[in-house]
């Protein structure tokens, strides 16, 4: 029987577990990456693991989330980060030199390799046939330090593309299509395998926006095969050498199919607050717009800029909206200058902002009250655009910019005939602004600068025998990371100090809640199903655990959120009947009696007992032989440090 390629990689990769499907395996990682709003944690992680030298092929810490400098704290995390990175054996993308996912394809990535990243948009390196997961900076750490990355041994659905895109429908809308079919949370457990004709008509930065935004899919990851297109690509990066070609077999075995036909496709807008919201533009109208932000790992490429720059060459954006765009890359920002088409954005009135995610991540361009934002970004969350009541669509590059000019949502095919847009044969290359690691001889010559608002990561402590604890906060279905733990310009240079963070956990749904759960003590968050879907940030376990939050208990989870629970040491639990979420109301006291006894004994059918209204829920906590002595070890890190003795 053939295998897929995601089996390929993952079989060429396996060190712990056999591949059967729903069951968990151990990875090699051959690559890492870090960005500076996860890596200042993930670094202190590393430290306090004491593995002098990264063990990976690659490492590289990325500076691109916290770029507004409003104070020290920002400046102080990317000093921290950049000098743990040259004493440790990790390059440093140093601020200015792009986000982290539209450098490393153009720099690092290599087809046919593993890589994991703290960033939940890692996928994007599948545009060039890697198996590239996102992960809490938790798992980075110890990749770092050598040790395998755990995932469940996925479902693989083929995506089979027929046909080819028509002028002015892009690669965004194929994934939007995706989203529209599958939902937020229809790739939970599974790995989105695009193959079929129609890939060859896709360039690589068209794949990476595809993969990129299949993290909204709550995919484990997406791939595309590395092909004649992937290996242009690389040449045009100088990279040909790092090239192979790679593809599922002909008699390869899917879970399930999905079948595009490219050609049929058209432009599409993910609503709000939901990424799998899909309209059609049309379908739409001509809804009058206040703003239009272009950029973001998704559409941040030279050959998104060049479209831009072909619809907005001699015009001027509409009187009553604000267009900002932010090139992925310095490479994709220093090629736009040498071709002229900056000129052209600046001419039409962009505000053009540094590399970097910005907006994307609330640092900056929030939208005016109730304001309409079209953003070729990845997800349109409430209130993650740093305006509460901001109504973000997500759309391509082409509508946007189409947009930008005429005020309204605005399908682009109205605007004649597409030219043929080419990547050039070879990018301009200066990697300056990536600073290598020293030796490991010179390693004890460096310095680590620490900020004062560098804080230790926050105290654990083993599984509890029973647990007796109050329902702190009650909340609903789809609840994302974004809600738990917001970003934003205020709160992201909190990030490296989780007593300060913590005050503004889920400040979303219940500014209370902080306060509560610290007063409680001990408490037990309940919520619906996809819980913690979104971010890959630690940080949203890591509050909780600050604030007293011992288990969690939902009708579904996330895979990442998931994970960092487990990590930080809270216990992870699902409803039996999904109606007993009916049977527990905020402020009711819950007991999970024995519970360090029943995990220790691997069972995984426990009862909760509402002894407020008397009810008994059975709950299923599925942890497996590692996950099991991780929670009982009180979260990864004690699990590492013991294990390493
Ligand atoms: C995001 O897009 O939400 C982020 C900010 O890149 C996060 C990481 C973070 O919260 O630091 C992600 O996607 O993992
Ligand atoms: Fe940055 Fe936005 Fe991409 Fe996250 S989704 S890495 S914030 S650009």
């Known amino acids: 029987m053939g295998l897929t390629l995601t089996e390929k990689i993952l079989k060429a990769h396996l060190v712990d577990g056999e591949m059967i499907k729903g069951q968990e395996i151990g990875i090699k990682i051959d690559q890492t990456l870090t960005q500076d709003a996860t890596g200042t944690m993930a670094y202190l992680e590393f430290e306090a693991m004491g593995v002098p030298r990264v063990k990976t092929e690659r490492s590289v810490a990325y500076i691109d989330h916290n770029t507004l400098q409003s104070g020290f704290e920002n400046a102080d995390d990317h000093r921290f980060i950049g000098s743990v990175a040259k004493k440790h054996g990790i390059y440093f993308s140093r601020p200015g030199n792009g986000i982290c996912h539209q450098v490393h394809l153009e720099r690092f990535g290599v087809p046919g390799k593993t890589l994991i990243g703290s960033d939940s948009h890692t996928p994007t390196g599948g545009g060039i046939g890697m198996i590239a997961i996102g992960a809490g900076g938790l798992d980075v750490a110890v990749a770092m330090g050598g040790g395998a990355y755990y995932i469940t041994c996925p479902k693989v659905v083929k995506v089979n593309l027929t046909g080819k895109l028509s002028p002015w429908v892009a690669a965004k809308d194929v994934i939007l299509e995706v989203l529209k079919r599958l939902s937020v949370k229809g790739g939970v457990g599974k790995v989105i395998e695009y193959c079929g004709e129609g890939v060859k008509s896709l360039s690589v930065p068209e ?109 001027t954006v509409h009187p009553d909206v604000s267009l900002s765009i932010a090139p992925g890359s310095k490479q994709v920002l220093n090629m736009l200058a040498e071709n002229g088409a900056l000129s052209v954005l600046i001419d039409a009135g962009a505000r ?32 993650r655009s740093g305006t509460k009541d901001g109504q973000i669509y997500l759309v391509s590059p082409e509508v946007a910019a189409a947009s930008a000019i005429t005020g309204v949502l605005t399908d682009p095919r109205t605007l004649g005939d597409m030219p043929e847009f080419k990547l050039p044969n070879v990018f301009t290359i200066n990697d300056n602004m990536i600073v290598p690691p020293v030796d490991e001889a010179d390693m004890d010559s460096v310095e680590i600068l620490r900020g004062p608002n560098i804080k230790p990561f926050p105290e654990t402590a083993p599984l509890m025998d029973s647990i007796d604890a109050p329902c702190s906060l009650k909340v609903g279905d789809n609840i994302t990371t974004d809600h738990i733990m917001p970003a934003g310009a205020k709160i992201l240079p909190l990030r490296s100090n989780i007593p300060a963070i913590s005050q503004h956990c889920f400040a979303v749904c219940d500014e209370q809640f902080p306060t509560r759960a610290k007063e409680l003590g001990k408490s037990i968050i309940v919520g619906g199903s996809n819980y913690g879907q979104g971010s890959s940030r630690e940080h949203a ?39 007993d979420y009916d049977n527990i109301a905020q402020g009711d006291q819950l007991v999970l009696a024995d519970v360090r006894k029943d995990v220790e004994a691997g069972k995984s059918e426990l009862t909760i007992v509402n002894k407020t209204n008397g009810k008994e829920i059975p709950v299923l906590c599925e942890l497996s032989g590692r996950t099991k002595d991780i929670m009982l070890a009180g979260g990864l890190l004690d699990y590492t440090r013991e294990s390493m003795k």
């Not at 640092?363 to 209130?383: A, D, H, V, Y």
């Not at 509050?543 to 989870?557: E, M, R, W």
């Not at 895979?559 to 629970?565: D, E, F, G």
Request: charged share 20%; proline share 5%; hydrophobic share 40%.
């Open 207 to 315: 794949r990476a926006t595809i993969t990129n935004m299949g993290a909204e899919l709550g995919a484990t990851t997406s791939i595309f095969p590395s092909d004649e297109i992937t290996r242009e690509f690389l040449k045009a990066q100088c990279r040909e050498e790092v090239w192979s070609p790679l593809a599922a077999d002909d008699d390869a075995v899917y879970d399930e199919t999905l079948e595009i036909n490219l050609s049929e496709l058209e432009p599409l807008a993910a609503c709000p607050h939901s990424p799998d919201n899909i309209k059609g533009i049309s379908e739409i109208g001509s809804m009058k717009i206040d703003q239009v932000c272009i950029g973001s790992c998704t559409n941040s490429s030279l050959l998104d800029m060049l479209k831009v720059a072909h619809i907005l060459k001699g015009k």
């Open 352 to 383: 053009i902002l540094e590399s970097a995610c910005g907006p994307c991540i609330g640092m900056g361009q929030s939208p005016n009250s109730k304001g309409i934002s079209l953003r070729t970004f990845n997800r349109n969350f409430e209130g």
């Open 541 to 579: 376990a890591l509050a909780p655990l600050y604030l007293g939050v011992k288990a969690v208990l939902v009708k579904s989870f996330a895979r990442i959120h998931r994970a960092n629970l487990i990590n930080a040491g809270i216990l992870p639990l699902t409803f039996v009947n999904e109606a």
